[in-house]
DNA sequence: GTACTAAGCGGATTTACGTCA
DNA sequence: TTTGACGTAAATCCGCTTAGT
């Protein structure tokens, strides 16, 4: 479906192109350009993800798309994932993870780090201390759910970290948090959160973006039923060619295009892309020359 | 009462590893 | 001894939810 308007700049492609999915056949990619917005916008249709099974994983090929959608080339990812290959951070760490490059530490756990002071598996020790473990009950108890709330410089440190990548591989999550003071616990769901604000801020730009254009292809929609209305009485008005004094035309002749001269003696009308509001068709004289806009009313 | 956000929970996915035929 | 299939554990992610500020 191609849609466009150059008079109002509304540029709207849904086409089998453009209608792609990922490789695990869950989005809906929808260019669209409009004067309202500063360049041609790719969006992902977050609801149609809604009807997947799968919510997320996606390795969006659309590197144009905001940041939430860049996971696909995500610098933490592994390069099977991130679609890249030779990331330094996990050659760094020596890890190929899925979902960060941790992993390996995870899965290969006789090359785990052990921390030197206790002896005990550093990652255990995270989740421990994330899930609360390694907290007796009663401070559990006493302190569960008790809101911690992040310093402003603990905030400024991890929004700048996530604007230069959205996700974090293990080593830099264990020096972020070490850095902020925090538990790797926190720094990781402050970003699991921070992608949560990110994605819900996209969907709703994405949902306004959508509006503005089903907005304006109505009134595009209903301008066209008006002149469609116009042109019918028109040429249903015997005044209309006594008044040119030409002949009328048998039929009302669609051209394809603004630059094309219809049949002799038709009444030419542009392309709909063309019209314009106020737009007057035009007679072809015999020589195929337009004779000028004639008047409607 | 509402918005924001840290944190918990459960499910999905991937990888490494161990076992067994 | 090697190999492939299979099951399990671990880690991370996301979506949803809860609860504190």
């Not at 809101?147 to 972020?176: C, G, I, M, Y």
């Not at 070490?178 to 709703?204: D, I, Y």
């Not at 040429?235 to 040119?244: A, E, R, V």
Request: overall charge neutral.
């Amino acid at each position: 479906m191609m849609v466009a308007e150059k008079g109002e700049g509304i540029g709207l492609s849904l086409s089998l192109a453009s209608f792609s999915e990922d490789h695990q056949g869950r989005s809906l990619n929808l260019n669209i350009s409009s004067p309202d917005l500063p360049k041609s916008h790719h969006l992902k249709l977050p609801w149609f993800n809604a009807f997947s099974p799968f919510g997320h994983r996606s390795s969006d090929p659309c590197s144009g798309a905001p940041q939430v959608f860049l996971r696909g080339i995500d610098v933490n990812r592994s390069p099977k994932e991130a679609g890249h290959e030779g990331d330094d951070d996990e050659e760094e760490a020596g890890i190929s993870s899925p979902n960060s490059t941790i992993s390996s530490a995870s899965g290969k756990r006789s090359e785990r780090e052990l921390d030197p002071a206790s002896g005990t598996d550093e990652h255990e020790n995270e989740r421990a201390s994330s899930r609360g473990a390694g907290i007796s009950d009663e401070e559990d108890a006493e302190n569960s759910r008790k809101k911690l709330r992040l310093s402003k410089d603990q905030s400024t440190v991890l929004e700048e970290t996530f604007r230069e990548h959205s996700t974090l591989n293990p080593k830099q999550k264990l020096a972020l948090a070490n850095r902020l003071g925090l538990r790797p616990r926190q720094v990781e769901v402050w970003f699991q959160n921070r992608r949560a604000r990110t994605k819900l801020k996209q969907t709703e730009m994405d949902c306004e973006l959508l509006k503005r254009c089903c907005e304006n292809l109505t009134e595009e929609n209903r301008r066209l039923q008006r002149e469609v209305q116009q042109l019918r009485v028109l040429k249903l008005s015997p005044h209309f060619y006594m008044q040119q004094q030409v002949a009328p035309p048998t039929t009302l002749t669609l051209c394809p295009s603004c630059e094309r001269v219809g049949p002799t003696g038709c009444l030419v009308v542009p392309a709909a892309s063309a019209m314009r509001p106020g737009f007057k068709p035009w007679v072809v004289k015999s020589d195929g020359i337009r004779s000028g806009h004639v008047a409607m009313k």
